[in-house]
């Protein structure tokens, strides 16, 4: 057995999850990370590929991810079988969090002291085409952790959120954790109700839970279906790069390494049953963002930027877009002694650069189920 705590990582391939495995095997080494996560189409093996093959943390710019597979292995994983690959600190189970026997079974086998649930349907669009699933993951899901960790007792539970639960504050003072929900989704009224959720048990039951609340994630291993990829990959292939409505919508911009050290530190300090925000305080419009984004490729690629910029074309924007989010996360820092640590135009050009070097991974990874998923949003209407 292993000399430190065992935390429970809920879907540690997903985009943000796996950046927290990465972070926790490499800053907190004794510890056991066993990760439970489903595999839908936004859980990669190549996110999980230092952890899963034991290799050093290769520069980004390596272009070695274009080696990666489309989709691994992990994707047919016996489900609730645990498998190990080189690291024996990561334990990997493909299985559903709204599964109470898997659940039961992990907290019987692995005498688990934290969980940090990141496992969610996570895609406004999508849940705008089908919300079911959300409520099944975000909701339910997230009750059935809860209820385990109650019955089985754990030291931590951290919720992990999104500053989109506060909804629209276009017009409105930036909100700290006191803010009312308003959320504007089907995905943000799920994650709002998985909030609220773990709120009660710590009411009713005790439970050490805390909700964390970060802006927008950006950064490298995000699936391509997202905002900046898709701009990269599209600006690369010279094709439109499609902006919803006017591009004047305001989101935060939070590196998601910092985001995941915000997560650590409330892990490690935070008080149980309080709400942090977290974000970086980088407001900028989505079409301030693309046109920075387009600059860097034209840079990296030798083209003129005005020509790269010309590719933006505005579509039809999403039904019941929020203009503007926005956070205060004083308490975070005060409370925890977290401070981002990547500014963003340093990230943005880090993001970049590691998407051309994938390009053709990328490719790959955006044919097929992921493609009419893709025309059913885009070509609406
Ligand atoms: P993601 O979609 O990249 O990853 C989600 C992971 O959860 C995937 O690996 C998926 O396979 C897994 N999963 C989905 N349903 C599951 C289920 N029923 N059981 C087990 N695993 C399941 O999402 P992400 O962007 O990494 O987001 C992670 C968390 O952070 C989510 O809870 C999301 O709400 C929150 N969040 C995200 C952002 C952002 O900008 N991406 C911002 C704030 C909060």
């Avoid at 590929?49 to 274009?66: F, N, P, Y």
């Avoid at 990959?233 to 591009?247: C, F, N, Q, S, T």
């Avoid at 975070?332 to 590691?354: F, I, K």
């Amino acid at each position: 057995p292993r000399a430190g705590p065992t935390v429970l990582v809920t879907g540690g391939c997903g985009f943000i999850g796996s950046q927290f495995v990465r972070l926790l095997r490499r800053e907190r080494p004794a510890w056991q990370v066993v990760n439970l996560d489903l595999m839908t189409y936004a859980a990669h093996l190549h996110n999980l590929e230092e952890v899963w093959a034991g290799q050093e943390s290769r520069s980004d710019d390596s272009g070695a991810g274009d080696a990666l597979p489309a989709d691994g292995p992990l994707q047919r994983l016996d489900y609730g079988k645990a498998v190990s690959g080189a690291d024996p600190g990561h334990v990997l189970v493909r299985g559903d969090v709204a599964d109470a026997a898997l659940v039961d079974r992990l907290f019987t086998t692995y005498r688990l002291r934290y969980v940090v649930h990141f496992a969610a349907e996570s895609h406004v669009d999508r849940s705008i085409l089908d919300p079911a699933p959300f409520v099944e993951t975000n909701v339910r899901g997230t009750q059935v952790l809860l209820e385990a960790a109650r019955r089985h007792g754990v030291e931590r539970f951290v919720q992990v959120s999104t500053d989109e639960v506060y909804g629209d504050l276009e017009g409105l003072p930036a909100a700290d954790e006191q803010a009312p929900l308003r959320p504007s989704s089907p995905y943000s009224a799920s994650k709002a109700a998985g909030d609220l959720m773990a709120l009660a048990y710590v009411r009713t039951y005790g439970l050490p839970a805390i909700v964390t609340r970060s802006s927008n994630n950006y950064g490298p291993h995000q699936f391509p279906e997202k905002l900046l990829p898709l701009m990269i990959w599209k600006a690369l292939r010279k094709e439109p790069l499609p902006v919803y409505g006017d591009g004047l919508q305001v989101r935060d911009w939070l590196w998601v390494e910092d985001n995941c050290r915000a997560i650590l530190a409330v892990l490690e300090r935070g008080r149980p049953g309080e709400v942090y925000n977290i974000a970086a305080g980088n407001e900028r419009s989505n079409l301030e963002v693309v046109g920075r984004v387009c600059d860097l490729v034209a840079e990296r690629t030798g083209r003129e930027p005005a020509a790269v910029r010309a590719l933006v074309t505005h579509v039809q924007d999403r039904p019941g877009h929020d203009r503007r989010y926005a956070m205060t996360a004083a308490k975070v820092q005060r409370e925890c002694g977290w401070a981002p640590r990547v500014s963003l135009e340093e990230g943005l050009a880090r993001t970049v650069d590691w998407y051309l070097a994938r390009s053709r991974w990328v490719e790959r990874v955006v044919s097929g189920e992921w493609r009419r998923y893709w025309e059913a949003v885009y070509e609406r209407g």
